[in-house]
């Protein structure tokens, strides 16, 4: 009985952190999952970098190819840049189309050669849907939690969100590292 209680409390705390589509940490799991490693930065005066990541164009996939193969590609996007990271690294869906990457113990440059290798992989896979080919590219915003500087997690996500935006207006397919200033 207590192993059944066991399992039922692991498949509840999975149905609440766990992207019921892609199979990744959900939003609120990357919520307390980024509270946390900001409260072990600021405590160890660690690294600590964030990468936000937008599939572009993903409206185009929904309205050409139909939105089951948006959601096929989402599913392989997920999987391809989890295969990338470190265990001690964590990603999650924020919602839609975009992605997070929390990496913990990482300085600006480490976090901007993994968001190099996260866009390069995601542009070589070959995707279909159905027997009819398509591409993907995304954009990655990358931001390092100020040392020496207690800033907020709302004011963190915005640095890595900005980040992203400055990767779209620069033409889509690249990386960007916030600038503060």
Same mark, same amino acid.
């Given at each position: 009985?207590? *192993?059944?209680?066991?399992?039922?409390? &692991?498949? #509840? @705390?999975?149905?609440?952190? !766990?992207?019921?589509?892609?199979?990744?940490?959900?939003?609120?799991?990357?919520?307390?999952?980024?509270?946390n490693e900001i409260s072990r930065t600021i405590r160890y005066n660690k690294f600590l970098?964030?990468?936000?990541?937008?599939?572009?164009?993903?409206?185009?996939?929904?309205?050409?190819?139909?939105?089951?193969?948006?959601?096929?590609?989402?599913? *392989?996007?997920?999987?391809?840049?989890? &295969?990338? #990271? @470190?265990?001690?690294?964590? !990603?999650?869906?924020?919602?839609?189309?975009?992605?997070?990457?929390?990496?913990?113990?990482?300085?600006?440059?480490?976090?901007?050669?993994?968001?190099?290798?996260?866009?390069?992989?995601?542009?070589?896979?070959?995707?279909?849907?159905?027997?009819?080919?398509?591409?993907?590219?995304?954009?990655?915003?990358?931001?390092?939690?100020?040392?020496?500087?207690?800033?907020?997690?709302?004011?963190?996500?915005?640095?890595?969100?900005?980040?992203?935006?400055?990767?779209?207006?620069?033409?889509?397919?690249?990386?960007?590292?916030?600038?503060?200033?």
């Open positions: 009985d207590l *192993i059944e209680k066991n399992k039922e409390n &692991e498949l #509840l @705390r999975q149905q609440m952190t !766990i992207d019921g589509m892609t199979q990744i940490n959900n939003h609120k799991a990357f919520i307390d999952i980024l509270n970098s964030l990468i936000f990541a937008d599939i572009d164009h993903f409206k185009t996939v929904n309205d050409t190819y139909g939105h089951l193969a948006g959601d096929h590609a989402l599913k *392989i996007v997920a999987g391809s840049l989890k &295969e990338e #990271l @470190r265990e001690s690294d964590h !990603i999650a869906r924020y919602g839609g189309e975009e992605f997070v990457v929390i990496l913990p113990e990482t300085k600006t440059e480490d976090a901007l050669k993994v968001s190099e290798r996260l866009r390069e992989k995601i542009k070589n896979i070959k995707m279909s849907y159905n027997g009819k080919p398509f591409a993907l590219t995304m954009s990655f915003g990358v931001a390092a939690f100020p040392t020496g500087r207690k800033i907020s997690l709302e004011q963190f996500i915005k640095m890595a969100d900005e980040a992203v935006y400055t990767a779209k207006k620069n033409g889509r397919d690249c990386c960007c590292v916030f600038k503060n200033g």
